[in-house]
């Protein structure tokens, strides 16, 4: 049975379809694995070869695959509760109770939607404090730090952005109290809070805006700058080896 | 530049500057000022001309209605209208710190936010933090028929009192 799967998969390799969705022929060398990856837009940001050492298993060593699972988890519910959730201030609050307490599993989507960005900020701080102490910061990975400095801004701006959404008491104080931070700001701080709110109390405007960027511009930033974040762990050579390691070198 | 002058079929003699170079900064500064105009432009389109918010002028009724030397909050505007022997003030219940609503505490005679426990006096006066500034006056008159009217976009001093 697994020796005729094999030869049927073989045969299925040789074929002229095949051939022109891949490129290339069976990838039986390591030549021809190595293409196989790096030919692939999917598996391209993935590295051809891996030190063994970085793929040694630790507490804190799925910090970063998690941030990004949970973005993804994120992405899935948020697109779900984009399905019954009008950003108007009629609408808002209701729609957030309905998910609740009407809508089919709709308290496990938003539950979950919810959670998991509670839990994205807090290992993204872990993450960074993991980077930060095992001197992951350092070169070659000085430019992906920077990128992960901006990954962590996008992600409490998501944060922020998406506590407004709910449109109760406790979203109307929150937004009220971070955006008068902003009026703080010299010469400019009133002009940039207005243009925030669009107003000068948080209302209709303030919520459309504060939608508008949760679904669809911080998310695309965030799209982008983690796809350039995974592709220079690549190109950085690989994920962070312990300072240790190189110390033994030195 | 210095490639001009050693190739003589570019040679330029009015000017070392070549056709290529000038209408590269030509382009660059035509993108350079669409730019600035585009940003500036999006900035305009984001500030709304015209918003859907209550009237910062409302009227709070006859004088008559407010007792000397008490402190009346009024909850659908956010002002309190103290009245004392000098007359009528209109004081901003908008904490000066971070937006917050304050409150008007008649056992301790004086205004405190819930939020961040800034404290002020009767008249907006502030007496302790994390607020900077006291609270402000808004303008505050008597219209024809003899009804106090509060202009919420007017700060006044705070010593000057509508006496009626």
Redesign the interface.
């Given at each position: 049975m697994g020796a005729s799967f094999h030869t049927a998969l073989e045969s299925l390799r040789t074929t002229r379809v095949w051939k022109s969705v891949l490129r290339r022929g069976p990838a039986v060398t390591s030549r021809t694995r190595s293409l196989a990856v790096s030919g692939n837009l999917l598996l391209h940001w993935i590295p051809v070869k891996v030190r063994e050492k970085s793929l040694r298993v630790r507490a804190t060593y799925y910090l970063g695959s998690l941030s990004l699972m949970l973005f993804i988890i994120l992405v899935v519910t948020g697109v779900l509760l984009m399905f019954y959730y009008h950003p108007t201030a009629p609408k808002a609050y209701y729609d957030m109770k309905d998910l609740r307490f009407v809508v089919s599993n709709g308290v496990l989507v938003r539950n979950l939607h919810r959670v998991a960005a509670h839990l994205m900020v807090l290992v993204v701080f872990c993450h960074m404090f993991h980077v930060f102490y095992r001197g992951g910061y350092r070169p070659p990975h000085e430019f992906n730090w920077v990128i992960g400095v901006i990954l962590l801004f996008l992600t409490l701006s998501l944060s922020y952005t998406g506590y407004l959404l709910p449109w109760d008491q406790l979203a109307f104080w929150a937004i009220t109290v971070g955006t008068n931070i902003i009026s703080a700001a010299p010469v400019i701080g009133n002009k940039v809070r207005f243009m925030v709110l669009g107003g000068h109390v948080v209302g209709e405007n303030t919520l459309l805006r504060f939608y508008i960027l949760h679904v669809v511009i911080l998310p695309l930033l965030a799209c982008l700058f983690i796809g350039v974040h995974i592709w220079r762990v690549q190109k950085d050579g690989g994920l962070t080896v312990a300072s240790k390691d190189d110390d033994e070198q030195n | 530049m210095s490639d001009d002058k050693t190739n003589p079929a570019q040679a330029n003699t009015d000017s070392d500057v070549s056709r290529r170079d000038f209408l590269n900064e030509i382009t660059l500064g035509a993108l350079g000022v669409a730019g600035l105009g585009g940003a500036a432009l999006t900035?305009q389109f984001?500030?709304?001309k015209v918003?859907?918010?209550p009237s910062a002028t409302f009227r709070a009724g006859n004088p008559d209605l407010y007792p000397v030397n008490s402190v009346t909050f009024l909850q659908d505007q956010l002002v309190y209208i103290v009245r004392t022997e000098a007359g009528f003030y209109a004081v901003s219940a908008v904490c000066t710190?971070?937006?917050?609503i304050t409150q008007w505490k008649p056992e301790a005679n004086m205004i405190v936010c819930p939020?961040h426990g800034s404290k002020f006096e009767p008249n907006g006066k502030k007496i302790g933090g994390p607020a900077t500034n006291s609270q402000p006056h808004y303008a505050i008159n008597l219209t024809a028929d003899g009804e106090l009217e509060v202009d919420k976009q007017q700060i006044i001093k705070a010593d000057k009192a509508l006496k009626v």
């Open positions: - | 900035c984001f500030s709304p918003l859907f918010e710190h971070l937006g917050c939020c």
